[in-house]
């Protein structure tokens, strides 16, 4: 069984996401969707909440599953001894960042694990989970960001934030 595993904050889980997701599916016989924290960032939505997001959006791919991680991910990936990590590429910066991890996850893992890189598809470039918070802060149009499903929660708490830049 091919196994791929796609990792993320996923704060909020965009349409580029999304995009990704759906496309690695058709690929391996099973996507493990991991929720990676990481203890530099502030998180709007909590880990709970990001994988009731996630659930929400793919309940009914039967090849998907939603995992939570705190760690490095090749280690996961060791610990589950899995061997392939997918990754999606915006830009060409993206691209140079990405091909560091790839080289720091191979060592990481002892040459364990490998990735597949999927660029992204044009209209998602521009979309980033950074962007979507922004947005949401000033009630904009987050449905160009995020699914339809997810809009309201985002635009919920982008209330909640704006209110606290005041």
């Known amino acids: 069984m091919k196994v791929g595993v796609y990792s993320g904050s996923f704060d909020p889980i965009t349409l580029g996401h999304q995009n990704i997701i759906e496309r690695a ?6 996507l493990i969707v991991v929720i990676c924290t990481n203890s ?5 939505f909590s880990l709970a909440e990001r994988r009731e997001m996630l659930e929400e959006l793919f309940k009914e791919y039967k090849n998907i599953q ?12 060791v610990e589950n001894n899995l061997g392939v990590i997918v990754r ?6 993206d691209c140079g960042l990405e091909l560091y991890f790839a080289d720091g ?6 040459y364990k694990v490998d990735t597949v890189f999927l660029p992204a598809f044009k209209e998602y470039i521009h979309v980033s989970s950074t962007a979507a918070r922004e947005i949401s802060r000033y009630g904009g149009k987050v449905t160009c960001y ?10 919920e708490r982008g209330k909640l934030y704006s209110s606290k830049k005041k």
């Open 66 to 77: 939603i995992d939570s991680y705190e760690g490095l991910i090749a280690n996961y990936l």
């Open 88 to 93: 999606g590429i915006r830009t060409t910066e």
């Open 40 to 44: 530099e960032k502030k998180y709007w």
């Open 146 to 155: 995020v699914d339809q499903r997810i809009a309201e929660r985002l635009l």
């Open 25 to 30: 599916s058709k690929i391996f016989d099973k």
């Open 105 to 110: 996850n191979l060592m990481i893992s002892d």
